[in-house]
């Protein structure tokens, strides 16, 4: 299976704090998302990202989220002012084009405290 | 509203014990099941994708089959390895994919 890759793993912050998960896509990949899962609950979209826009995103994706591929490899997510319902996984995904399979990460597990 | 539900939320088998778990979805125009496997802590890792009714698709003791409202992941002789959470997730007319909570199968030695 192609390899999606995250880091960091695992991230511990206070609450109000910024922080930025990152994600290396695979290389033939175009077609970038990134989903969370709160503890015991659904995978749940966050936002789809093609041609360094964001084409679709959901009403978890507010003004605190923004995302970037600031250097055409690394696909960012940053949460500007962190809140305790933040605490999920986070997943990154990608695909090659809009009717093939996406791929996901490993995920990065944020704590927000 | 695209939506899918996935039964049981649970599963014990015994090794050997072959049985389905099952995925009910309502969608817009489908244009693409998925099956992935999940391990604790871990990323969704990718099983099949169905994209029209009648479609089957195997893999080792896994195969997974699709009608126009659901779609079985049918295990056969299960290992111990296969235990996992097994999610379903569908695709309608947008680029997210939709999720179920998946099923939670564990299956003794």
């Known amino acids: ?113 | 509203e695209d939506q899918v539900t996935q039964s049981p939320e649970a599963l014990r088998l015994q090794e050997g014990e072959s049985s389905s778990l099952n995925c009910s979805y309502t969608v817009s125009g489908l244009r693409g099941l998925f099956w992935y496997r999940q391990d604790p802590g871990k990323g969704p890792e990718f099983l099949f994708t169905l994209y029209s009714a009648g479609e089957e698709k195997e893999k080792e003791r896994l195969k997974a089959t699709l009608t126009k409202k659901e779609s079985f992941l049918h295990i056969t002789a299960p290992k111990p390895e296969d235990s996992a959470t097994y999610l379903c997730a569908v695709q309608g007319g947008s680029e997210k994919l939709v999720f179920g909570k998946g099923t939670k199968l564990t299956v003794n030695p």
């Open chain 1, 1 to 113: 299976e192609p390899e999606v890759t995250q880091t960091p793993s695992h991230q511990v912050t206070q609450m109000g704090q910024e922080v930025i998960l990152r994600c290396v896509p695979i290389s033939n990949h175009l077609y970038f998302y990134w989903y969370r899962q709160i503890l015991g609950q659904k995978v749940e979209f966050l936002v789809s990202f093609y041609n360094n826009e964001i084409s679709e995103k959901s009403e978890i994706f507010d003004d605190q989220f923004s995302v970037e591929r600031p250097d055409g490899s690394n696909f960012t997510l940053k949460i500007r002012s962190t809140k305790l319902e933040d605490s999920a996984m986070y997943f990154c995904g990608a695909r090659a084009s809009r009717q093939e399979t996406q791929y996901f990460g490993p995920g990065t597990r944020l704590l927000v405290l």
